[in-house]
Nanobody, 120 residues
């Protein structure tokens, strides 16, 4: 599975942005997909993951939404009410697991990352 993240850019605080994670491979629908982010000088942070259900990190809960279009082999991260602290490189990842999707270690495949910058 190869993943390609896109959709990052510069947005004002309070604005919205939608990231896409396009995947190759006919078996993509059988994978769980997670989103992580890493701000400069900080550790990688869990954003959310989607499998049989969807889970979000506390810092984005209620503002971010993960959806997927299996026909297009694409997973989306809709980000609303963006804050300057959401500024980071966002990564999508795919893996097969039953739990622990908040941990980067359970994912087998990673996209290259897309930069989101939120101005104040």
């Amino acid at each position: 599975v190869q993943l390609q993240a896109s959709g990052g850019g510069l947005v004002q605080g309070g604005g919205s942005l939608r990231l896409s994670c396009a995947a190759s491979g006919r078996t993509f629908r059988s994978y769980n997909v997670g989103w992580f982010r890493q701000a400069p000088g900080k550790e990688r942070e869990f954003v959310g993951w989607s499998g049989y259900s969807t889970y979000y990190g506390d810092s984005v809960k209620g503002r971010f939404t993960i959806s997927r279009d299996n026909a297009k082999n694409t997973v989306y991260l809709q980000m609303n009410s963006l804050k300057p602290e959401d500024t980071a490189v966002y990564y999508c990842a795919a893996g097969k697991f039953y739990s622990g999707g908040h941990s980067s270690s359970v994912y087998d495949y990673w996209g290259q990352g897309t930069l989101v910058t939120v101005s104040s």
